[in-house]
């Protein structure tokens, strides 16, 4: 990987984390057509993708940086410091309650189906198109059926749980991590600024428990040139991403996912017929 590919999946990276079209998708695509896959070695591209992801966890914690310090503060102090019973403790202390809660499905399904992640089962472009497809039809059931009244303030921890399950379904490629959760979000019958507000911030232990994994392991796949490339994608997904999360945030206070959808849909839809005309391979 050169620099310019580094660049290219750093933008890939940042752009398609936070809005509900899959990173993961995007980056096998860009990853194919650069020919940076090996199909002998999948793992290896496994180990990339998550360590340019932790580029998109910095520009979280630099976009929310003012909540996070919030919620950790609060947190320590209604547990630690004055210990209050849950339904006392603050809104702040409780969302740090319900990203530790949210957080635990994906951590357990990871890790039991660890292997498969990693494989070439999930490099695969048909379940990618799929993927794409399936999830755009229940995102737009969420959004001709939600509520979208609920607002940061009201998350309980049912809540919490239930988008904590839905960002497992994040795991197959072309799913999105934020399009599981803000779609388990609407489905809860919260806003959509909130869902997505949610959505980041369920996304750091993920993002940063699979990044460092990933790249504990990926070790023995990365050279001083390679080490080099990765951190300009990181530094790339990071800027982009925050960029990424400011306009989503904004965006979805007047309007609906709906250009998502149709975007995912029309991707899905092209994949299976490149796939078909054998322009590209599986």
Not at 35 to 43: G, T
Not at 94 to 106: A, D, F, L, T
Not at 222 to 234: E, N, R, V, W, Y
Request: proline fraction near 2%.
């Amino acid at each position: 990987m050169n620099v310019f590919e580094a660049i290219i999946l750093g933008l890939i990276q940042g752009i398609t984390e936070f809005l509900p079209i899959s990173s993961t998708g995007h980056l096998t695509l860009a990853g194919r057509y650069l020919h940076l896959i090996d199909k002998k070695n999948p793992e290896e591209w496994t180990a990339i993708i998550a360590i340019i992801q932790l580029g998109t966890l910095i520009s979280i914690l630099i976009y929310f940086w003012k909540d996070i310090i919030k919620i950790i503060q609060s947190f320590f102090t209604d547990n630690l410091i004055r210990r209050k019973k849950f339904n006392e403790q603050s809104i702040d202390s409780r969302i740090g309650w319900y990203v530790i809660i949210g957080s635990i499905p994906v951590v357990i399904v990871g890790l039991l189906f660890k292997d498969i992640i990693e494989g070439t089962f999930t490099k695969d472009l048909r379940v990618i198109a799929f993927s794409l497809i399936i999830l755009a039809v229940i995102l737009a059931i969420a959004e001709k059926t939600a509520q979208h009244k609920r607002g940061i303030e009201e998350v309980k921890l049912k809540d919490a749980l239930f988008i904590g399950i839905a960002q497992c379904f994040a795991l197959i490629p072309g799913a999105s991590r934020s399009g599981t959760t803000i779609t388990g979000g609407l489905f809860a019958g919260l806003n959509r600024e909130t869902a997505a507000r949610f959505s980041f911030l369920l996304s750091m232990p993920a993002i940063a428990g699979s990044g460092l994994l990933q790249m504990y392991e990926a070790v023995e796949f990365i050279d001083d040139s390679m080490l080099f490339s990765l951190i300009i994608a990181i530094i790339v997904a990071g800027i982009s991403g925050y960029l990424a999360i400011d306009f989503l945030l904004k965006f979805l206070k007047n309007n609906t996912t709906f250009i998502f959808i149709y975007y995912r849909i029309i991707l899905g839809i092209l994949i299976l017929i490149m796939l078909f005309n054998n322009y590209i391979k599986p």
